[in-house]
């Protein structure tokens, strides 16, 4: 069961731009119950300002050196 | 005859015992006989195959042989680009596709004398399944067709543990090779992130996926992973360094290898079936028995890796599949739209909180495995269950044991452990550090060889 209400789902719903049915919708929502716990857990670490992601932009892979 | 190991049909091939055209033609000949049950094949290029068989057998008759994959049956997913013949992905969206470009793997395995017997089953874009409601049906487990294969590899697992080729080609995203290698009792690895280029192959979520074999056999993925792998410069993620000798630790024990068990990851966080966990045990204390180290290690729990690679994985799936989920929803396999439009729902902010815990995690397994070579799980929790009975929401409700290494990049691989109650194959999984597959094949093969399960194929009734 989610947390999030069926109202708000639905608001995630229109902004994703998807035209679904109340019933295409009532599925997607079930699921999404699985979803918010794993949200919580990448949320909430107190990691720092500093922490990074795992995939930085490296600009030598654009070319280093001058022509 | 019975389909040899690819080590076996190299080595009667050499000896010019076996032609390659007599074997293509008993794989086409099993292919006929057993693959209306199995559904394993979408297209199969018979000849194209018996030309290229011919081929094959002309070099070794000329003394031109290009080593022990040449003239050997394989298929290839239908996520890997071939050139000239139709790419599905298993898709009603990519029907009658086809492109003009081998994908770099493809080229590879070819040059290496491989005969393609054609294009197998996937989950639909390697993620939804199994499906019932896309152009061809899906892939059915060779040990019992009323039970699943997995997936998304679910051909190429299926066509492998019924003898159909003596090898294939997969991709892993979160489990895609070693969850259908697990349920059909083969081999099949994941390799480190970046040491197959995934160029020509359809993507699912960019820095998670990897290109990998599956086969009979721990020598056979060895065997098919060297030619697989390599550097490709267009490949952003490749891995610019030299490809080792996988078959470098083949044959030998497992002496002096320090084996590390996260035992709360099948025990605690996932508790497996008892047929799995003996599996488990009946390799550590082969390993044990050879002289290698057995040491508990405690990570970061299964859930918490789960969380981080399903939030960025759907979230690269959708970024890739969004236009089409806005014009052609009804053209998506129920069960893959359902999942993948969760990568839609979520905010920007919660992918890249995702992407830092990424970063965190793979920090904390690298700290708690210090001075180890290997880590040893299950590969999936129990034997396959019945297909109709896999539930949308089941790999989202539980924890995978494959994920970890999508996560992280390691290399990791499903070996046959055994069987359990209901006469399905039970794994292993090993993983090891990055680019230490040479150790993983060691190990892995090590145990293969110290069990006789290699010896017990399915028993189709055709």
């Given at each position: ?67 | ?388 009975s896999v539930q949308k929401w089941t790999n989202l409700a539980k924890p995978g044991f494959t994920a970890p290494f999508n996560l992280t990049g390691w290399p990791a691989m499903s070996v046959c452990s055994g069987f359990g109650p209901g006469g399905l194959p039970v794994s292993v999984q090993i993983a090891a550090k990055p680019f230490q597959e040479v150790k993983l094949f060691q190990a892995a093969d090590a145990f293969e060889r110290a069990t006789h399960y290699r010896a017990k194929r399915p028993a189709l009734v055709s």
């Amino acid at each position: 069961m989610a947390n999030t209400s069926r109202e708000d789902f639905e608001a995630l719903v229109r902004r994703a731009g998807l035209s679904l049915t109340p019933e295409q919708i009532s599925t997607i929502y079930e699921g999404w119950g699985y979803v918010e716990p794993m949200l919580a857990r990448v949320r909430t670490h107190g990691r720092g300002r500093e922490a990074e992601p795992a995939h930085i932009f490296r600009p030598e892979m654009f070319g280093t050196e001058a022509d | 005859m019975q389909t040899p190991t690819i080590a076996e049909a190299a080595r009667l091939i050499a000896a010019r015992k076996l032609s390659p055209v007599e074997l293509t033609q008993h794989c086409l000949d099993r292919i006929k006989t057993v693959d209306g049950t199995l559904h394993s094949f979408i297209q199969v290029t018979s000849e194209r195959a018996l030309a290229d068989a011919s081929a094959a057998e002309a070099r070794l008759m000329a003394g031109a042989s290009r080593g022990p994959l040449d003239g050997i049956p394989i298929g290839h997913k239908d996520i890997y680009g071939t050139r000239g013949i139709a790419t599905t992905a298993h898709s009603k969206l990519l029907e009658g596709w086809v492109p003009t470009e081998d994908a770099v793997t493809v080229t590879k395995l070819a040059d290496a004398g491989t005969i393609m017997l054609g294009k197998l089953a996937t989950h639909e874009f390697a993620f939804g399944g199994p499906s019932f409601d896309l152009p061809w049906p899906p892939a059915r487990n060779p040990w019992n067709p009323d039970h699943f294969t997995s997936g998304s590899s679910s051909g190429t697992g299926a066509a492998v543990a019924a003898g159909l080729i003596l090898g294939g080609t997969g991709s892993d995203t979160g489990g895609s090779i070693r969850g259908p290698a697990a349920f059909c009792g083969i081999a099949g690895i994941k390799p480190t992130y970046g040491l197959c280029s995934r160029r020509g192959i359809l993507p699912l979520s960019f820095s998670l996926d990897h290109a990998g074999p599956m086969a009979w056999t721990v020598e056979d993925c060895a065997i098919l992973l060297q030619a697989m792998a390599g550097y490709d410069p267009i490949d952003p993620a490749s891995a610019d360094r030299p490809v080792p000798d996988f078959s470098a630790g083949l044959g030998r024990d497992a002496k002096g290898l320090r084996i590390g068990v996260p035992r709360h990851w099948h025990e605690t966080d996932f508790p497996v079936e008892d047929a799995v966990q003996q599996g488990i045990d009946r390799a550590l204390a082969v390993w044990s028995g050879q002289g290698a180290e057995i040491i508990d290690v405690v990570l970061p729990s299964l859930q918490e890796y789960q969380a981080a690679n399903f939030i960025i994985l759907v979230a690269e799936a959708y970024a890739l599949h969004e236009p089409w989920f806005r014009t052609r929803w009804n053209d998506y396999g129920e069960l893959l739209r359902d999942r993948m439009v969760m990568g839609g729902l979520i905010s920007a902010a919660d992918h890249l909180q995702a992407l830092r815990r990424r970063r965190e995690i793979c920090m904390l397994t690298a700290e708690a495995t210090a001075g180890i070579d290997l880590l040893v799980t299950a590969a999936a929790p129990g034997e396959a269950p019945r297909i109709d009975s896999v539930q949308k929401w089941t790999n989202l409700a539980k924890p995978g044991f494959t994920a970890p290494f999508n996560l992280t990049g390691w290399p990791a691989m499903s070996v046959c452990s055994g069987f359990g109650p209901g006469g399905l194959p039970v794994s292993v999984q090993i993983a090891a550090k990055p680019f230490q597959e040479v150790k993983l094949f060691q190990a892995a093969d090590a145990f293969e060889r110290a069990t006789h399960y290699r010896a017990k194929r399915p028993a189709l009734v055709s």
